[in-house]
């Protein structure tokens, strides 16, 4: 079996560190090329030290002198900024980039990547939400897989092998709703950053936890799902299910259901995505049903959590629409987390985003990056009006 080779973008946060866990299970089927961070110049430090990649990069200018200085003497080479990353996931010896990286600053590199013919591991959803169109055109045009990591997404993936011939009739999303799953608008309006960032099952980034939270993250998957699987917004339904057992499903048009199930953990997706087709055995926990004998089912409440209802009218209105609640949400969770903004106030920035950027329709490349950047100068306003910044 030939090794893949990789580049794992955003290698020091959540998904980057269970990837390199992977990664560590099988020495016979990866090496690794590339590494980057964003400004945790230690772990990436330590990560270089024990993966030996060809090229590191990072975002941060103080992180990148850093790491430079400490591995003098290694032959592992160091790199600063967007324009070295976008280089970096072009090394001829790379054959799969995985996207780890948080938020719409993955887009550059995954094009990047795609044009010069690799596989993506994809875990950046916001790159298929702001540019799902050019994305899909674009992995058609250079015949590269698109593997989902997400574990929504890779459930799915993994019930279509054998269905070639079977259309899909729709995908059930499932969802934990989140810390805050029954609550009211009323016990909403005073719920603080730290309550938020307690996700029930999952142990993952800051800025996807509040997603979770306020059920945005749903709503940037149905989005991600219509893109990845080639759907029509009405064949997406989204269920919570607050056990995060089923991790999603599929029903054909015999009505027949079909479903992927495991422990909430991110390594197994992580490694589907990787070792596709193939299934390697390894040492992860395994589910058992009698700790689980009750898996439940609710409809999820859009009137207390307004985000999913925010990113399905973005999904039916098409064009420029889904680039603007991605990036209007971006900067309404970072100014959640730095406390400047109330939990409720976040979807009424992104609405607001909504009805002053204007609508466009048929997307360049260039215009991606010119609504992404127009509506977070419009959240940004709006917020610094709405709280006296
Ligand atoms: N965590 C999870 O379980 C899941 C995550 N995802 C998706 O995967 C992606 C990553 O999530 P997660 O791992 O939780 O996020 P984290 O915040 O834990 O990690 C983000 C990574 O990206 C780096 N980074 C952040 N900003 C930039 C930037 N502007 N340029 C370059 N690098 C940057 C960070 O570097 P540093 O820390 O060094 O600053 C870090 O390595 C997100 O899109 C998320 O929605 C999808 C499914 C599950
Ligand atoms: C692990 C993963 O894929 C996350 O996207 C997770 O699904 C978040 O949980 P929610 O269902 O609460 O959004
Ligand atoms: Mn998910």
């Known amino acids: 079996m030939e090794k893949k080779n990789l580049a794992v973008l955003g290698s020091t946060g959540s998904v980057g560190t269970q990837t390199l866990e992977v990664v560590a299970c099988f020495p016979d089927r990866f090496t690794v090329s590339v590494l980057t961070a964003g400004r ?15 090229l590191v990069v990072l975002s941060d200018e103080q992180a990148y002198l850093k790491v430079k200085e400490a591995l003098v003497g290694t032959d592992v080479q160091v790199a600063c900024g967007e324009e070295a990353l976008v280089d970096a996931v072009q090394l001829d010896e790379i054959d799969i980039v995985l996207t780890a990286i948080v938020g719409s600053a993955g887009l550059k590199p995954t094009i990047a990547a795609i044009k010069k013919g690799k596989d993506i591991a994809l875990a950046n959803k916001e790159t298929l939400v702001v540019a799902g169109e050019l994305i899909t055109k674009l992995v058609d045009e250079y015949k590269v897989r698109l593997l989902p990591v997400d574990s929504e997404h890779s459930a799915i993936f993994q019930c279509l092998p054998g269905e070639e011939n079977n259309p899909i009739e729709k995908i059930i999303l499932t969802a934990s709703g989140g810390p805050f799953r029954g609550k009211s608008r009323a016990d909403l309006e005073r719920v603080t950053k730290a309550q938020a960032l307690k996700h029930p099952n999952w142990s993952m980034g800051a800025k996807i936890t509040i997603d979770s939270a306020s059920l945005m993250n749903k709503g940037l998957e149905v989005i991600e799902a219509k893109w990845l699987f080639d759907l029509d917004v009405d064949q997406i339904e989204v269920v919570i299910h607050p056990q995060s057992i ?6 054909f048009q ?17 490694q589907y995505a990787l070792t596709y087709p193939d299934r390697l055995q390894n040492e992860f926990p395994r589910f058992n049903f009698l700790n689980y004998p009750n898996l439940t089912f609710e409809t999820p409440d859009v009137q207390t959590f307004r985000n999913l209802d925010l990113a399905f009218q973005a999904l039916r209105e098409g064009g420029n629409r889904a680039c603007v609640l991605n990036a209007a949400n971006e900067i309404v969770v970072a100014s959640f987390l730095k406390d400047e903004l109330s939990f409720l106030g976040m979807s009424d920035i992104i609405e607001e985003t909504m009805c002053q950027v204007e609508q ?8 991606y990056l010119h609504y992404d950047a127009e509506s977070r100068r419009v959240a940004r306003s709006l917020i610094e ?3 006296k910044l």
């Open 385 to 387: 009006r709405r709280y």
């Open 360 to 367: 466009k329709e048929k997307l360049e490349f260039e215009d």
């Open 246 to 251: 089923i991790h999603s499903l599929v029903q």
């Open 254 to 270: 015999d009505g027949s259901l079909k479903a992927q199930m495991g422990l909430p953990d991110m390594k197994l997706p992580i």
């Open 40 to 54: 945790n110049a230690e772990l990436l430090i330590q990560q270089a030290l024990q993966f030996r990649p060809k």
